[in-house]
Nanobody, 113 residues
């Protein structure tokens, strides 16, 4: 079982940027993704990256967020630019295919003026 630790969240004003990191305790050769869950809402997939580096994004974040990975460091990143109020949520990472690993604690992103 791979353990996931998300970090990099914080409080930012609209239009600001944050870079999230997801460190895995084991190999992340799989397709990986960032998810988010806002209060009172279901968890949703934000961005994914295949083992070969192909990226997909939710329409709501296209052009603003960039997912990347460093397999040597077992780490996945999410660069978030032009943040909006509606991006406020707890952000998690996990693999895309197969039974999800145990969810980490997530990292809180709050966009507020």
């Amino acid at each position: 079982q791979v353990q996931l630790v998300e970090s990099g969240g914080g409080l930012v004003q609209p239009g600001g940027s944050l870079r999230l990191s997801c460190a895995a305790s084991g190999s992340i050769i799989y397709a990986m993704a960032w998810y988010r869950q806002a209060p009172g809402k279901q968890r949703e997939l934000v961005a994914s990256i295949s083992s070969g580096g192909r990226r997909n994004y939710a329409d709501s974040v296209k052009g603003r967020f960039t997912i990347s990975r460093d397999n040597a460091k077992n780490t996945v990143y999410l660069q978030m630019n032009s943040l909006k109020l509606e991006d406020t949520a707890v952000y998690y990472c996990n693999r895309v295919v197969g039974v999800p690993w145990s969810w980490g604690q997530g990292t809180q992103v709050t966009v507020s003026s």
